[in-house]
């Protein structure tokens, strides 16, 4: 206005004078006067200056990202408590951020980014400054506040519809994006926002009814949540959250209006590291130029380090499964099953180290980056539903072998229980993974529903063979360990599955029968006899003697019946018939043995002292022999 008042002067002055030629110079710098401040002010907007803002409060078309983040922070200073409640917002952890209004959401979210901002590339600046190869342990911290304050922020977003296991990469994206959009177009001014301000008291004059308020000129909605865990809150709605890369992608070539120097996204995106580019990134700088050319929204050095980082995985795992082919399958049970519980280690090891290569070194990022993360994800909850299933096996072998019988009942019961339980336990876990990952696994069940009975009629056999294991478990028909005879089989019982059952025959072939058929045969339990028949024939010579048989006979008995092993009763050695070559006498006991193998060796040992007996009377055993009788010296 001083520039105003001059003009008109010197234009009284020099019209007084009559003076044509100084009047039309008086009156072009009366002009020039009267639109300085508005060059100046168009000036000021387009260099990143604080706008002049008007005493009246009328609308300032011109206010950016950091002239609102200026003016939040001047407010403050007119309150110690509105100052705390800020400080708080911004640098207590804890603290969320204020979303009590679509003003308190839109100023939190700027607040929180402006700090995060200063203080992640202070600390790059510093990085870069020392030469150093690694990160400093301040600067580390450093980096660990600002990935903090960037998820503080993204708490003003609503991201329900973002799965857990993509929501850790994608907020980053998503408020660098957002940021982005804010800087490069023009916001109303503080007071035209609906609601009370970030941190400031509420009151009846600043409080808001609004359910949506719409950033003007965009489609940027901030919304009152109707329900779930955040109801009442404001936050960027869903809808926004999707268009957010979008509206990114429209405005990334306008120029930046605040006072922000460099797109913060695509730094970002195109860097490896987490945040702060490391040493190394400088050869990718220094190398040629095609390096850094882009391909589906990825430079071609990050394309190259994901293409070498899947080779790397599948090569190792083809050469870890070849060598361990190749190893000798070890004697025991457990030891088996430590070898089965390497396999889902080694995978989810191996799955989470190359996702975390492309994570967080080579920085992949937007739908290629939803994709890593989706199937590195099944693939782990997959390998932690086999985990579960075999380190649950494991517990029952170690169960098993602490028994002191682990052939009975109980043993076979508790097999098929874990067996259940460990199937039962993976599910869980594969369904928990699901939700992670973003399978609507309720609905999936409810889905289930519908086609129950197809699935009840294509699983009739299985739980025909099922209820067929029951009628094994609850007869006490066999069990694991007992040597059965199966119609035309026979073998030691392995194993009594959910579904099957396996002999070991003598030759040690498998035998798998399924349990519905095998409850229909005719079953005979050699394991649950209470002793084991010894019925045996000696043939003695015709030249024995009577007396001798009678001493053979008694000394047999005699022995049977002072054994420990053989029972009283029934106890028979008898002479039941002259055959054709030989005298034979019958030898009937039963043998307390527990097992085939016992009987045997027992049997062996009588049948040794049996011969012994024989040997000591002075005769042996008949062979099939016949005698020719030649008469000579008979008349014709």
């Known amino acids: 206005m001083k520039c105003v008042f001059a003009g008109w002067r010197m234009m009284s002055a020099l019209w007084s004078r009559r003076t044509h030629l100084f009047s039309a110079l008086a009156v072009i710098l009366l002009l020039t006067c009267m639109q300085a401040p508005v060059i100046a002010h168009a000036q000021s907007a387009g260099s990143g200056d604080p706008p002049v803002m008007a005493a009246s409060g009328e609308e300032n078309a011109t206010t950016t990202w950091s002239s609102l983040v200026r003016m939040i922070h001047d407010r403050s200073e007119q309150s110690q408590a509105l100052r705390s409640r800020l400080d708080s917002i911004v640098h207590n952890p804890i603290s969320p951020p204020d979303t009590r209004s679509p003003r308190a959401t839109l100023s939190s979210f700027l607040v929180i980014m402006a700090e995060a901002?200063?203080?992640?590339?202070?600390?790059?600046?510093?990085?870069?400054?020392?030469?150093?190869?690694?990160?400093?342990?301040?600067?580390?911290?450093?980096?660990?506040?600002?990935?903090?304050?960037f998820e503080k922020a993204a708490q003003t977003l609503d991201l329900s519809q973002i799965s857990a296991s993509n929501r850790e990469q994608s907020v980053i994206e998503l408020v660098l994006q957002l940021q982005e959009i804010l800087s490069r177009i023009h916001l109303p001014e503080l007071v035209e926002i609906p609601g009370v301000g970030a941190g400031a008291a509420e009151t009846g004059e600043n409080g808001t009814t609004r359910d949506k308020w719409i950033l003007p000129g965009t489609s940027l909605t901030i919304e009152r949540q109707a329900d779930g865990p955040r109801r009442g809150e404001y936050l960027f709605t869903t809808a926004t959250v999707d268009r957010i890369p979008d509206d990114y992608d429209t405005l990334k070539t306008l120029p930046v209006i605040s006072e922000m120097t460099e797109d913060t996204y695509r730094y970002y995106i195109y860097t490896p590291g987490t945040l702060i580019a490391p040493r190394w990134n400088q050869l990718i700088l220094d190398g040629?130029?095609?390096?850094?050319?882009?391909?589906?929204?990825?430079?071609?050095?990050?394309?190259?380090?994901?293409?070498?980082?899947?080779?790397?995985?599948?090569?190792?795992?083809?050469?870890?499964l070849r060598w361990n082919a190749r190893r000798p399958?070890?004697?025991?049970?457990?030891?088996?099953?430590?070898?089965?519980?390497?396999?889902?280690?080694?995978?989810?090891?191996?799955?989470n180290l190359a996702v975390h290569v492309c994570n967080d070194q080579l920085n992949i990022t937007g739908a290629l980056l939803f994709f890593i993360t989706t199937v590195g994800s099944l693939i782990v909850w997959i390998a932690a539903a086999w985990l579960s299933y075999q380190v649950l096996q494991l517990i029952y072998i170690w169960t098993v072998q602490t028994t002191e019988s682990p052939t009975s009942f109980d043993s076979s019961l508790l097999q098929t229980g874990f067996r259940a339980l460990s199937f039962g336990i993976a599910l869980l876990v594969l369904g928990y993974g699901a939700t992670q990952i973003g399978i609507p696994i309720y609905g999936v069940i409810a889905g289930l529903g519908v086609g129950g009975l197809a699935i009840a009629l294509a699983a009739q056999p299985t739980l025909e063979n099922f209820i067929g294991g029951l009628i094994l478990y609850a007869d006490g028909i066999v069990r694991v360990g007992e040597y059965c005879a199966f119609d035309d089989l026979a073998g030691t019982v392995e194993e009594i599955g959910i579904r099957s059952t396996r002999i070991r025959a003598l030759d040690q072939t498998l035998i798998t029968v399924a349990n519905a058929d095998l409850s229909k045969r005719k079953i005979v339990n050699y394991s649950?006899?209470?002793?084991?028949?010894?019925?045996?024939q000696i043939r003695l010579r015709y030249d024995t003697p009577s007396d001798t048989v009678k001493e053979i006979i008694a000394g047999v008995r005699d022995y049977l019946a002072a054994h420990d092993r053989v029972?009283?009763?029934?106890?028979?050695?008898?002479?039941?018939?002259?055959?054709?070559?030989?005298?034979?006498?019958?030898?009937?006991?039963?043998?307390?043995?527990?097992?085939?193998?016992?009987?045997?060796?027992?049997?062996?040992?009588?049948?040794?002292?049996?011969?012994?007996?024989?040997?000591?009377?002075?005769?042996?055993?008949a062979i099939p022999s016949s005698t020719i009788h030649v008469v000579s010296g008979m008349e014709a």
């Open 117 to 149: 901002n200063e203080l992640w590339f202070a600390t790059r600046d510093r990085y870069l400054a020392r030469h150093s190869l690694w990160m400093s342990p301040e600067e580390e911290e450093n980096v660990a506040k600002v990935r903090a304050l």
């Open 288 to 320: 040629p130029d095609w390096l850094m050319r882009q391909i589906g929204r990825q430079t071609v050095w990050q394309w190259i380090g994901m293409i070498l980082t899947v080779v790397v995985l599948l090569s190792a795992i083809i050469v870890y």
């Open 567 to 621: 029972p009283e009763s029934p106890l028979r050695v008898r002479l039941v018939e002259y055959g054709e070559f030989a005298i034979l006498i019958d030898i009937y006991a039963n043998l307390a043995a527990e097992s085939m193998d016992e009987f045997t060796a027992l049997q062996e040992e009588l049948l040794y002292e049996i011969r012994e007996v024989v040997e000591t009377n002075g005769t042996g055993f």
């Open 528 to 536: 649950k006899r209470g002793a084991f028949m010894f019925r045996h």
């Open 329 to 351: 399958i070890p004697q025991g049970r457990g030891r088996r099953q430590l070898r089965r519980i390497a396999h889902p280690v080694l995978l989810i090891l191996a799955v």
